[in-house]
């Protein structure tokens, strides 16, 4: 039976699901597993709908492909993610998933393209290096073991308030972000109507996000989000007029102590396996690393 890629379609979800769930893939998938991963993903206004692609057998799917796209214009990048059930590797259908994929992340006006692999991935690794992919970047996946957490010491003149879904704390969230991201690796601004959109998405934990001010400035904040197998600090920033004071040490223990009244999974957080200022300071909370992805960009010729 010929295999058939069909476009994005809310009616595939159910066996999108299950194929998401395959061991294999599930292994680099993690954040889409279980009933409510998936729209959690889907509600994240990087995660283009139009790039989204499923390999059809017949009546069952047995592969997909999409893409985040991180900004606009020059500064905008994509990271391409492929999958094919184990029963149909090796047919060439990865690579043809990738290529349509690819197409419509240029579509979008985007040139950057990147792919990323959970470690170890041997088959991933492979393909990606056929692709024309090679290394860009390592990033770590920390845990922190289950236990006390100490708590914040919020350095004097900073207050801090959870989100009230207010337009104002909106735009103060928004705020907070760019100016803590504005140096970092590939950094695109975050637009208002970005923010809204996180916000707005059905499971979004508006208690587990936490501004820290100055006066009425917003200087940082720590984003917490659920997901099946884990809790997670999203994202967690100080803007550069309020670093080396020990905000982003109370911000983090804010929100592991947030993550472990909200969930008995493992707390985890992502980090730029670059971003020394970061890392040491997860590891003297107690973080350690559990995994690696690498992330990889696409240096040849498409
Ligand atoms: C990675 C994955 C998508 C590849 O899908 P696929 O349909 O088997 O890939 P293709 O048949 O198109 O392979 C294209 C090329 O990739 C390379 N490749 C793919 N799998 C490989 C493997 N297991 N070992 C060595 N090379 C491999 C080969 O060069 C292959 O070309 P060839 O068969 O002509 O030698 C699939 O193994 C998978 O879903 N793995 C789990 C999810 C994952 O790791 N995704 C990648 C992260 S986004």
């Known amino acids: 039976m010929p295999i058939d ?15 998401l769930a395959e061991p294999s893939i599930a292994l680099q998938y993690d954040a889409f597993q279980g009933d409510g991963g998936l729209a959690h993903k889907l509600a994240d206004p990087h995660l283009r709908p139009e790039t989204i692609r499923f390999a059809f057998d017949g009546e069952a799917m047995v592969g997909f492909a999409f893409a985040w796209v991180l900004g606009s214009g020059e500064a905008a990048w994509g990271i391409l993610r492929v999958a094919v059930h184990p029963s149909h590797r090796r047919r060439g259908l990865g690579r043809t998933l ?4 690819s197409a419509a ?44 957490v100490p708590s914040p010491a919020w350095p004097a003149g900073i207050t801090v308030r959870v989100f009230d879904r207010s337009e104002a704390m909106l735009r ?3 705020d907070a972000y ?20 996180i916000s707005e998405a059905p499971d979004f934990p508006a208690d587990g996000l ?12 720590c984003r917490c989000e659920l997901y099946p197998t884990r809790g997670e600090i999203g994202v967690l920033g100080t ?27 493992p707390v985890t957080l992502l980090v730029d396996g670059d971003n020394e200022r ?25």
């Open 105 to 148: 992340v240029t579509a979008l006006g985007v040139r950057d393209h990147y792919t990323s692999v959970w470690q170890p991935a041997e088959d991933g690794e492979a393909f990606a290096g056929s692709m024309g992919y090679t290394h860009a970047r390592w990033f770590w996946m920390m845990e922190r073991a289950r236990g006390a």
């Open 239 to 265: 803007t550069r007029a309020a670093r080396g004071i020990g905000l982003g040490r109370a911000l983090l223990r804010w929100g592991v102590d947030w993550l472990e009244s909200h969930t008995t999974t």
């Open 5 to 19: 890629l069909r476009p994005h379609d809310p009616a595939h979800h159910a066996a999108w699901r299950e194929l």
């Open 278 to 302: 970061a890392l040491s300071l997860y590891r003297s909370e107690g973080f350690e690393v559990r995994r690696t992805r690498r992330v990889l960009q696409e240096t040849a010729a498409r």
């Open 172 to 174: 103060d969230w928004n």
């Open 210 to 221: 936490a501004l820290a001010y100055r006066g009425t400035e917003p200087v940082g904040f």
């Open 178 to 197: 760019n100016g803590s991201f504005i140096d970092h690796w590939h950094y695109v601004p975050s637009s208002l109507e970005n923010a809204r959109r």
């Open 98 to 101: 990738a290529r349509e994929v």
